[in-house]
């Protein structure tokens, strides 16, 4: 999954009212950039896989990731999230609920990769049993499903997030459509492009992890 996964964000900022939005996004997506971490250390790795790409299935690797996508990792993602964020911003009231909704936003991502995945997410790092239905391997359903999600719950944050938590594109009634527009567009390209190159270590790895950031911040611009 991928843009799928800010949907958590946007139903959590009713629940955590003080926290940035790109803080949230962040937490949904921090199994998939500590993923992406720890295959630039060499502690977890991702290959293409010619027979998914010849199939044109998303996301076309095989991958070896039993600490960022078990459920036990996802929560750790989660509450580094809200750790990392109280550390950078010490004057920053962070309450134990809303770093509760931040670790739960950072648990979400497992729910989530159940659908899409193939047999690759556990429970905990050295389970036996992995789970995930598939629809990665139909492009199209994915990308309905994600962007439909992702709409559904930008729709829900622009209804029920206080009003000061949407000045960003209040104030740029553009703004909204953009954002709209730019993920959509990243969900096409994940769900129906080709890899660039053969070198996931340092070349996918860092441009996926910068994606995830970059789309965390500009999920923020929603808000400010």
């Not at 958590?8 to 900022?13: P, Y």
């Not at 996004?25 to 993923?35: G, K, N, R, V």
């Not at 340092?202 to 910068?210: E, I, N, Y």
Request: glycine share 8%; net charge neutral; with cysteine.
């Amino acid at each position: 999954m991928w843009i799928g996964h800010y949907a958590s964000a946007f139903i959590a900022k009713p629940l955590a009212p003080g926290i940035p939005l790109s803080v949230l996004a962040l937490a949904s997506s921090a199994a998939d950039a500590l993923f992406f971490v720890l295959t630039l250390a060499g502690l977890e790795s991702f290959n293409l896989d010619a027979a998914i790409a010849a199939r044109a299935g998303c996301f076309p690797y095989t991958n070896d990731y039993p600490y960022s996508h078990s459920l036990a990792g996802m929560g750790v993602a989660g509450a580094l999230v809200g750790l990392g964020y109280k550390l950078l911003r010490p004057r920053a009231r962070v309450s134990a609920a809303d770093f509760a909704v931040i670790t739960a936003v950072g648990l979400s991502h497992f729910l989530l990769e159940l659908p899409v995945h193939r047999h690759d997410v556990k429970i905990t790092p050295h389970d036996d049993v992995a789970a995930g239905a598939g629809w990665f391997d139909s492009p199209a359903v994915t990308f309905a499903a994600e962007s439909a999600l992702f709409l559904a719950s930008l729709w829900f944050y622009t209804r029920c997030a206080p009003r000061v938590a949407q000045t960003g594109w209040l104030a740029h009634k553009h703004r909204l459509a953009w954002v709209v527009a730019l993920f959509i567009a990243q969900q096409a390209q994940f769900c129906f492009a080709a890899a660039p190159t053969r070198e996931t270590r340092w070349v996918h790895a860092p441009l996926f992890l910068g994606m995830i950031l970059g789309s965390s911040w500009l999920l923020g611009k929603l808000e400010n």
